[in-house]
T-cell receptor, first 111, second 114 residues
Framework: DAGITQSPRHKVTETGTPVTLRCHQT?????MYWYRQDPGHGLRLIHY???????DKGEVSDGYSVSRSKTEDFLLTLESATSSQTSVYFC??????????FGPGTRLTVL | KQEVTQIPAALSVPEGENLVLNCSFT??????LQWFRQDPGKGLTSLLL?????REQTSGRLNASLDKSSGRSTLYIAASQPGDSATYLC?????????????FGKGTKLSVIP
């Protein structure tokens, strides 16, 4: 299995609070991605990174920001969580425009 | 905008049967196509990656085919086992603009009955 960890694995928070999810990789891959998975919508890309400090928006980026200060870490921040952001969040990595490998996921509940 | 469809949404088969899962996509300008498996409450496990120039890929009892011109891929599972029960997801990566993004289907939930 690709060396990808996500933390926390589960989180319950209240509307309006900031939340940061962390993705850590040990593969030294250049590309990192954040997806969310929702019933009826499948997996959708939030943001991605193509190098340290290089990030771009995905399909559903509103309400989310990301940062990547080191190759191995990619952070996803919800500045002010809303109930619509209740979801399962997956981090993925790839060495190029090829195979993506996914982390175990973080289940976030916003009350 | 690329759209990926997987039919059926759910499939139940007896152990030992060979089966085919289907994936279709609307834009044939793809870079590659990837099949994943997802167990309940777990992450995605990559099964097979097919580049746009390839017609098929094989791994053990799994064989994935790609017909880019018709916008279709199939995942063939031979001699199914109860341990194959999971949701299978198909995802395509477009070439050109937006090529970093995978577009996913909603999956086929497979149940293999002992």
């Amino acid at each position: 299995d690709a060396g990808i960890t996500q933390s926390p694995r589960h989180k319950v928070t209240e509307t309006g609070t900031p939340v940061t999810l962390r993705c850590h990789q040990t593969e030294n891959h250049r590309y990192m991605y954040w997806y969310r998975q929702d019933p009826g919508h499948g997996l959708r890309l939030i943001h991605y990174s193509y190098g340290v400090k290089d990030t771009d928006k995905g399909e559903v980026s509103d309400g989310y920001s990301v940062s990547r200060s080191k190759t191995e870490d990619f952070l996803l921040t919800l500045e002010s969580a809303t109930s619509s952001q209740t979801s399962v969040y997956f981090c993925a990595i790839s060495g190029g425009l090829d195979e993506q490998f996914f982390g175990p996921g973080t289940r976030l509940t916003v009350l | 905008k690329q759209e990926v469809t997987q039919i059926p949404a759910a499939l139940s088969v007896p152990e030992g049967e060979n089966l085919v899962l289907n994936c279709s996509f609307t834009d044939s300008a793809i870079y590659n196509l990837q099949w994943f498996r997802q167990d309940p409450g777990k992450g995605l496990t990559s099964l097979l990656l097919i580049q746009s120039s390839q017609r098929e890929q094989t791994s053990g009892r799994l064989n994935a085919s790609l017909d880019k011109s018709s916008g279709r891929s199939t995942l063939y599972i031979a001699a199914s086992q109860p341990g194959d029960s999971a949701t299978y997801l198909c995802a395509v990566k477009n070439s050109g603009a937006g090529s970093y993004q995978l577009t996913f289907g909603k999956g086929t939930k497979l149940s293999v009955i002992p």
